[in-house]
């Protein structure tokens, strides 16, 4: 073999032993990660069997998430029947009859409006997370 054949040989042996060096250090890393990821994913299972069914409302952004869809929409006319009935002097609409919307949620809305006295008063009474929160004593 000559000089040249044998730089040749040389250099395609670099180029080799690198290449698998680079495989083997992707594999690795990737492994490393998926036991991390891994890691985290049984932590987060862990938190979530931790957190008390029962209070699961008490983590939620919002329990609008617990209307149906005709409860919305009673919800919503009857928003829309308070704030026209006050501008136009005729009452809160205090009294209004829901075809729909619980009673658990409806009351609180109607004590709030009883005691409402401008426009934000009647859009505050009518925000279901603090009429939740206000019935189950946490407000």
């Known amino acids: 073999m000559t000089n040249s054949e044998l730089i040749s040989l040389f250099a395609l042996t670099i180029t080799f032993i690198t290449t698998l060096a680079g495989w083997i ?3 690795r890393s990737q492994r490393k990660t998926q036991q991390t990821i891994a890691k985290l994913e049984k932590q987060i299972q862990d938190l979530m069997g931790q957190m008390p069914k029962d209070d699961a409302l008490k983590y939620s952004d919002s329990s609008m ?3 149906s869809a005709d409860e919305l929409k009673d919800l ?6 308070a704030k026209a009935w006050h501008l136009k002097g005729k009452g ?3 009294d209004w009859e ?11 809305i109607r004590f709030k409006l009883a005691d409402a006295k401008n426009e934000w008063d009647i859009s505050r009474a009518f925000d ?3 009429a939740k929160l206000a019935s189950d004593g946490e407000v």
């Not at 729909?100 to 409806?106: D, G, N, P, Q």
């Open 25 to 27: 250090f992707t594999y």
């Open 65 to 67: 998430l617990l209307l």
């Open 76 to 81: 919503s006319l009857w928003y829309s029947k």
């Open 92 to 94: 809160n609409a205090v």
């Open 98 to 108: 829901n075809k729909h919307l619980r009673e658990e949620i409806a009351a609180p």
């Open 128 to 130: 279901v997370r603090n």
